[in-house]
């Protein structure tokens, strides 16, 4: 891939935040102050990889979600679309509005407000150097087992060969559009699964313990204390 085309990050913000409980759409939950959204499209622009962003936001807050970056322009080129009734479906409506001069995807969940930038950069240049799709991943800890329908284990697999896989994934752009065009139905949960049904092949490299998901209340507390770890290491260092 040569380094003639933009690089666009998709930004899939249009989730209710079921399991967080929260009466505010997720993304528009504060952490340190400021939406769960704008760290995360901060974190993007600010790895200096990303030249355009598109936010698929709830269809109710489009504009409050326009106003946000308005007030504070992110140093990326930011748009807002209404995302869907899905994730998938979220990102394949942003993936249809981006300019014909983006070669290199990016998607990556709001819901990962603190992913730090380094991650951002590496999953772009292993793009650049040739990968059709790139995901971040970390080993499991916990054991997985595999259950039927009456909650019964009828599997353990073995533990050395799974990853929990973070985002932001990165695609040729060819490659994750062609796959979210085949795409049957609107149950995937990341972009890798789609492209992988195409057979292409996904490379994975480390992740970041710091681009966890925020899903559960617990994950507000874990954001909330590595914004202030971030916060004391600035200031002594
Ligand atoms: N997402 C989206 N459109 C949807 C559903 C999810 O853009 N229809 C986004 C979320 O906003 C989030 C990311 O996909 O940034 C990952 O989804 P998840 O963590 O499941 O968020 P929610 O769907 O909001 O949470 P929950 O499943 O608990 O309702
Ligand atoms: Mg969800």
């Given at each position: 891939m040569s380094d003639l085309g933009r690089t666009a990050a998709l930004v899939p913000a249009a989730g209710r935040g079921e399991r967080l409980g929260?009466?505010?759409p997720k993304a528009l939950r504060s952490i340190g102050g400021t939406p769960i959204l704008v760290h995360a499209v901060h974190a993007l622009a600010s790895s200096r990889v990303v030249d355009l962003v598109v936010i698929a936001a709830p269809e109710s807050e489009l504009d409050d979600v326009r106003a946000l970056f308005a007030e504070q322009p992110a140093g990326a080129e930011v748009s807002v679309v209404a995302g869907g009734p899905t994730r998938q479906d979220s990102v394949a409506r942003a993936l249809?509005?981006?300019?014909?001069?983006?070669d290199v995807v990016l998607v990556h969940d709001a819901?990962?407000?603190?992913?730090?930038t380094e991650l951002v950069s590496a999953v772009v240049a292993e793009v650049r150097r040739g990968a059709q799709a790139v995901v971040p991943a970390l080993p499991v800890t916990d054991t997985i087992k595999q259950v039927n329908a009456a909650e019964q284990v009828i599997g353990t697999p073995?533990?050395?060969?799974l990853r929990a896989v973070q985002t932001p994934q990165g695609f040729a752009r060819a490659a994750l559009q062609a796959a979210h065009a085949a795409?049957?139905?609107?149950?995937?949960?990341?972009?890798a699964a789609l492209v992988e049904r195409h057979g292409v092949i996904v490379q994975v490299i480390p992740g970041h313990?710091?681009?966890?998901?925020?899903?559960?209340?617990l994950d507000l507390v874990l954001a909330e204390a590595v914004l202030a770890k971030r916060r004391a290491t600035r200031v002594i260092g």
């Open positions: 929260a009466g505010v249809l509005t981006l300019p014909a001069d983006v819901a990962r407000p603190l992913v730090p073995d533990r050395s060969s795409a049957d139905d609107e149950s995937a949960t990341d972009d313990e710091e681009a966890f998901k925020i899903t559960r209340p």
